[in-house]
């Protein structure tokens, strides 16, 4: 995720944009002058196939999210039961 914070190829593509409305780089020569530009994506690219989650679909994330709320309510109950039996013992 860090690598996908710090990514930002906006000002790459504006500068080349700009080189090449002014002149010093020419139409024909994008594609080389694109390369930085291509090593940044394959990063990105990199980056996202870290990421856990994101080729799961809305309906098991739901699923998964309705179990992680339901395991917090059965900790939540067993923690109020530990609590009253501790003050009873008191």
Known sequence: ??????????????DLLTRVLSG???VKDVDNEAGSIRV???KAKSGL??????NETIMS???RINK???NIQQKQLLLQQFKRIIDQNQ
């Not at 196939?49 to 994101?54: M, Q």
């Open 49 to 54: 196939r870290e990421l856990t989650g994101l």
């Open 24 to 26: 010093n780089v020419l």
């Open 68 to 70: 992680l709320q339901l």
């Open 1 to 14: 995720i860090e690598v996908l914070e710090k990514l930002d190829l906006m000002p790459h593509v504006q």
């Open 40 to 42: 940044k994506l394959a």
């Open 61 to 63: 994330r739901r699923e």
